[in-house]
């Protein structure tokens, strides 16, 4: 998939990703990401499911990968940044970094944890190891670092 951000829509205080990455922001920048999981969620947001609390319940189910790159639209960013208050990506960042959580059997079964993360914590590399000890119903945060989750504004409002 190809995609442009639209850094003309991003609102006051969010930067271009490339700017995020430390290039100028007069740089022509690509930037190649890969990915194992790929959630759609087309549709509105409504006031009492504001879109961190969409965005948070979908980034549960990722897996070993330990990030996430989320890409909307701009009416999205917008409402990110004006109702609900994240005056930058990386306030959003560390807002998902803190408070998406899965149940550790919903983490070891996925197929992705398993064959890359599992022989981790077998060999004692935390926190996969510690991970694989607790009960099944333990939460655990799969995306502590909040630098490894970027957003990328792309498209036109669609509102």
Known sequence: MTIAENEEALPEGWKPLHVQMGFKPEDSVLTILSGWNFVNSSGNTVEHYA??????????????????????DPSVAVQLHDTQGFKSKEALSEWLSKNVRTRAQTYWGNAIAAATVGPLGRQGLEPYATWQKVSNDTLINQLPNPDRIRTIVVGRDTE
């Open 51 to 72: 879109p961190q609390y969409m965005m948070r319940d979908y980034m549960g189910i990722l897996a070993a990968t330990g990030s996430a790159t989320l890409i909307m």
